[in-house]
């Protein structure tokens, strides 16, 4: 007979073991550190947890997985294990568009490709499929590799760029907060001007119209520098 204990409980006494392997000892008892079955080794008297009878994964719970493919309402994912060391009962996930982001998502193939890493929190498993939701920070993409030459990017300034070849991507990455494509008309402006490449000396040339033209010219010079100080706060965080 096996019996299963849980993080915390009492196992036995000091007295009649040691604490092996994934078990603490508090107060003369040895208790369980994870979830699992105890093994007693009665020639070195000690007990251990077995970490193989863990849980599994569950609605609320995280888990990480691999982008198996993207379409255009959903992304499709391969669970892989979830957080604590929790298994995973049904490995194909689906995370719908609008489990995604706080914010709109109007291309989601923008946000996840083939192969990321995703964290995710589990909404529901019904008919061998498990729902999947990563809206808040701290969810979304975890790794990413360049679609241009393969090698990881790199979260850095706010945006996911790759130091190699310099090809900045989007994504729901999980370290960033109001993703998607309703933020403020401001973000959404600079986020133009960042992909558009040659920006800095666009704005240059904007700049000087705006003096001479005033009027709508110069709001527009205006709310590019307020950009331009965001960009540079961030990058000092
Ligand atoms: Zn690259």
């Not at 995604?100 to 498993?125: E, M, P, Q």
């Not at 190699?164 to 933020?183: A, L, P, S």
Request: with cysteine.
């Amino acid at each position: 007979m096996t019996k299963i204990f849980i993080p915390g409980e009492t196992i036995t006494t000091q007295e009649e073991f040691s604490a092996g392997k994934k078990t603490f000892a508090e107060n003369g008892l040895i208790k369980a550190s994870v979830l699992g079955e105890a093994v007693f080794d009665k020639t070195n008297r000690s007990v251990s947890i077995s970490g193989h009878a863990t849980e599994t994964a569950g609605p609320g719970d995280i888990v990480f997985g691999r982008v198996a493919f993207v379409k255009d309402s959903m992304v499709v994912i391969d669970l892989v294990k979830g957080e604590n060391g929790k298994k995973i009962g049904v490995t194909k996930g689906q995370l719908p568009v609008r489990n995604v982001a706080h914010g709109y998502i109007s291309n989601l193939k923008s946000y996840f490709k083939t192969a990321d890493s995703v964290k995710a929190r589990i909404v529901d498993i019904k008919d061998g499929v498990t729902d999947l939701e990563t809206k808040d920070k701290g969810l979304g993409v975890i790794m990413a590799f360049c679609s241009n030459c393969r090698n990881e990017l790199k979260f850095s300034n706010d945006k996911l760029a790759c130091f190699e070849c310099g090809h900045v991507e989007q994504r729901k990455w999980f370290e960033q907060t109001n993703v998607g494509d309703d933020g403020p008309p401001r973000n959404n402006r600079f986020d133009r001007n960042g992909r558009g490449g040659d920006r800095r000396g666009g704005r240059s040339n904007d700049r000087r119209g705006g003096d001479r033209r005033e009027g709508s010219g110069g709001r527009n010079f205006r709310n590019d520098s307020n950009n331009r100080r965001d960009n540079f706060r961030g990058g000092q965080r």
